[in-house]
């Protein structure tokens, strides 16, 4: 009863911060048809600069850390992938009206991990002083990769299957390197390598970090105008995804929160920590994950799962997902 | 030096454009012309997750000349067997005379 | 498979681009192609107060195949008689045959 | 005398604020052929960063402001921009060789107000520690509104009337959601609205503020190489569109500041806030202006409007009128 | 109202529009339309430093339509002889029935 | 013997440098066949902003500067320039399978300056705090212009003569004209003009100062991708020409640092200075010079110069010619 009033009081806060300002801002202006518009190179580049600044900081950092205890939290980052893959393939993708291999997409996507909503809880947490271990946010690639891998698998022994012929086999290494390849995925490990290996701390004080939270409110402002955008083609899609991109975020958080917690009790893994994975669990991916998932399960059609996502997924793990998890860990973590 | 040719043109999801190009230099072609593109059909899939809200232009329209009408007729049936089953796209070709050209 | 089809590009200002889509979607075509153009006329009005020194492209170019001719007919009466009286643009049309396409 | 002389200083100190600097550098390098170029989509961006700027500001000040206090002045905003349409109409739109619509959609642009010339006059304001009121910047739609549709609806009153017919009637709603609808007040709203309702402090201090100049100077380049790229469809035009552009501005600004003035002595309204409505009146807009002109008197040729607004009096504006106002305040509040 | 006509299609490095545009108007075109292109064939040609890492157009598609044949070979030739031994380009035309123009 | 390992010292420092990081992270990426990329409009944008801010620093410091101490230093960035198109005519051009134009034109290439290796220069040297005539970037066009200029002309007087027909001459005052227009000299000299003239520090110092060497890292990750691009044009072309691009740079640098040295003993000219002649001689155009060169010599294949600038000359100039001449001045200047 308290931890739902202590929610309801953190969520009406939430509301307040400019992140979701934003987002909500641009849906608004979305929907009442404004000609406002964030050119799309402005858009690449701002991805292109908070991934970065996530990887050059967790570079920095990971110098001083003790990797050895990443190897749990990075198992379980791989699990949840893996998890929310096959959940999404024993619910969601077997639902009448939901075609199997787009389901499966869907169930990909949202295993996936997106660097905006990754951004957006970490300066959210910092705002609030919740801190988390440097290597943290190098989760990422652990959990996105798989997730996408396994996806593409599973739908093409499915589609193979059916057709009949035992012949293809997938091919996993290409997957992988082309998740590898994406632009996001690419930022945030040039930026680890770069502050693993260089000393960019002059260029991360005076560029990166202080341009971090203004850059991430304009693209939550193109979020939002985009979840308006495209609750059209969510509209057009069978009514199961939009159950799942409005459910789904919130189930993987908390599933993430619980491994997360048993990590933080066998090796210690920070209570930010916890909150970080379980937002990687929530979030579903906007940027690398949709064309790998279109060239990896070409028939599936990408309307469902980037509707899903986009319209439903992102705002719901932001929106709700980020106060939750915080809230949740404040209250769990207090008595611990 | 004027030459009879025909122009065939794909317009097609730009998420296929490297994969396109690898056909038409697989088939021969002397060479090819992109521009972007945006537009709407009767299939309509989005290709990607980049924004509709700003002016992306997520089409390519790629034109192929070439002298030799079997080829056109190649490539067409070739891309559109490998990628139109799932993807959005259009190809269709005419006759041009080409005035200039480094391949003549 | 082969299909004769007339190709009807409209080049325009680009302001106009929504309420042109719109005439085509009422005409029943299959679909259309943008790409982004600029260029000179005998009108040449400027569309907008969008720098001119930046290298914006202040006109867009159409293109809709069509199987049924008297649609280009109908779709150019009504886009030239609807806007060009006061905004710059061009209409012209030619044969194409259409090799592949979701609608045939 | 005094005050001349007074104002001569100021002009030429004027003249060395980097504000003017850049745009008389942009029109120089335009007229030397310079290939330099800032690419559209910066442009575009920089709009929005200081619309967004000054609108957060606002936002995040009105709420300790008594808003009562605002009556007056949106009132005279309002006035003023029916004033200058009006004045156009029945001087520059009544001259031989002008196409009377077309005198008066130059009227209703020049009524209209340039975000840029409002970011300049707020920049060389807070440069000179003249102060505002938080919600100034907010009379902005007060007086682009009204102007834009009083042009609209005469010339079509007009066009109608000259045809013989009295049949279709102008619509006004439709006029003002397309008003409100350009990206231009779509940001300063936006920002409006952020800066009321959620907490943007943080980002505003670390982002918006101190780019704003920054930002601003590059425009000011932009706007300097499109004046000069305008002055030869100026030449298309009739002379008289020239006088216009050169002389409008400052006589709108100093109607605008008679208004202030009376606001100064029944209300309090502060000699910085007259300074900036005169600069709202002065200016002419430059980006949702002229879309909002064609669509709505399609048969006025925007050479003529957009060329004596760009080419003239958003130079004159910014060169002259800004300097003049601050002058003036100067001189009549020290009496004061 | 119909009126034949011939639209002459160059695709050339962009380095070279301002010069081109030069050729078109001397040669007394009554309009033309730029839109951004890239492209390969046998010359290949770089035409400047730009980045082709970023998505540059490196080419330009020029389209004049003109109702006077022999201009569409003059402008050909020009260009042509003016620049296709040291750049890269090809040109071609075919033809086209325009609906609307406001130089008709 | 010291020297040496003193230099090697300092270039594993340097590696640690991020310029040099993100230049090699960029190859890096490319060559892995990353998808990222830095959209045209924002590498416009920074290159604008890197020279820009360079100008505006020289415009507001050469107020202070005697003007008299840079006639030697700029006179011998003219004899510079000079010195490295005859050399490269009469080395690289009568080489067998080397095209004597092409050889010219890039000669000419080589001996222009690039806006981005030197602002490289100044971010490495502002950090180890080596310090140099405010002045000292503004020897850019005095080096720049002259290689171009000469390169053109000599080109052209050899098709001519080869021709037979000794006809046309070649203007020299329109390839000036066309230099001094491209963006990149039209930015550096509109900030030096600001800078004299108006009083930018504001701007300067909430701007373009801070924005400096976070812009400056992007860039050098676009050069690194691009350097790998290039890679393959310059590998269809002679491998005279690689042998060039590799050597080139740091022949002319030392040349360059014989002539600052000569410099600094007669007229007290800076070791900082010394080493930023040394940087714009070892530097080659990467965004004015291609376009000049191409209408200049239309019928040298671009293939080989650009090859050998991107590919090469600038990744050599950045990661060994910067460390080797700081290093190089600190030992000879260290006993002076
Ligand atoms: N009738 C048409 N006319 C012009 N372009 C078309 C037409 N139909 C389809 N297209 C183009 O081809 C793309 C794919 O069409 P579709 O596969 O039918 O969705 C569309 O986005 C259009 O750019
Ligand atoms: N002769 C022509 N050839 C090619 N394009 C033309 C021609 N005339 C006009 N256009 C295009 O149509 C647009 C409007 O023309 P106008 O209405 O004549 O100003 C121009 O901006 C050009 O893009
Ligand atoms: N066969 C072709 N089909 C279409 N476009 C071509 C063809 N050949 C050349 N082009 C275009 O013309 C440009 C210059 O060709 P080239 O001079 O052969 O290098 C290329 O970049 C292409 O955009
Ligand atoms: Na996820
Ligand atoms: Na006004
Ligand atoms: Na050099």
């Known amino acids: ?336 | 030096m004027i030459r009879q040719a025909i122009k065939l043109t794909i317009v097609t999801e730009r998420l296929l454009l490297k994969e396109i190009i690898r056909v038409i230099e697989a088939a021969g072609a002397s060479g090819y012309t992109v521009t972007p593109a945006s537009g709407k059909g009767s299939k309509n899939l989005r290709s990607s997750g980049d924004p509709m809200v700003s002016d992306t232009y997520a089409n390519v329209r790629i034109e192929v000349i070439t002298t030799e009408p079997e080829m056109s007729e190649r490539i067409a049936n070739e891309i559109g067997e490998k990628f139109f089953e799932n993807f959005s796209g259009i190809i269709y070709r005419d006759q041009v005379e080409v005035l200039r050209a480094h391949w003549l």
Do not use: C
Request: proline share 5%.
């Open chain 1, 1 to 336: 009863m308290e931890f739902i009033l202590d929610f309801l009081t953190r969520f009406a806060t939430q509301l307040q911060s400019p992140t979701l300002g934003f987002l909500i801002g641009g849906a608004v202006l979305a929907a009442l048809g404004s000609r406002l518009e964030v050119p799309d190179a402005i858009y690449k580049f701002i991805v292109f600069m908070l991934l970065m600044k996530i990887g050059l900081k967790g570079g920095m950092k990971i110098r001083e850390a003790d990797l050895g205890d990443m190897l749990l939290p990075a198992l379980f980052a791989v699990l949840i992938g893996v998890i929310i893959v096959l959940l999404g393939r024993y619910t969601l993708a077997i639902l009448p009206k939901i075609r199997t291999e787009e389901g499966i997409a869907t169930a990909g996507l949202f295993g996936a991990v997106s660097g905006s909503t990754l951004a957006a809880a970490m300066a959210v947490m910092d705002a609030e002083g919740l801190t988390y271990e440097a290597w943290a946010p190098a989760l990422y690639p652990f959990m996105d990769i798989p997730a996408l891998v396994l996806a593409i698998v599973m739908a093409n022994v499915y589609l193979t299957k059916r057709k009949g012929d035992a012949g293809t086999r997938v091919k996993i290494w290409p997957i992988v390197t082309d998740s590898l390849r994406g632009s996001a995925l690419s930022a945030l490990l040039l930026g680890i390598a770069l502050g693993l290996l260089t000393r960019p701390d002059f260029v991360y004080d005076s560029f990166y970090e202080p341009l971090f939270r203004g850059l991430l409110s304009v693209l939550m402002l193109v979020m939002g105008m985009e979840a308006y955008a495209r609750v059209n083609e969510l509209r057009k899609v069978a009514h199961w995804y939009a159950v799942y991109g409005a459910v789904a975020p919130l189930v993987h958080g908390l599933i993430a929160f619980g491994l997360g917690y048993i990590a933080h009790v066998t090796t210690g893994f920070s209570p930010g920590g916890v909150v970080l994975l379980s937002v990687l669990a929530a979030s579903s991916s906007d940027i690398s994950g949709p064309p790998t998932l279109r060239a990896g399960i070409p028939s599936a059609n990408p309307s469902a799962y980037i509707g899903a996502s986009t319209a439903l997924g992102t705002p719901v793990a932001i929106a709700i997902g980020i106060p939750l998890f915080i809230g949740l860990a404040q209250v769990v973590f207090a008595s611990a």
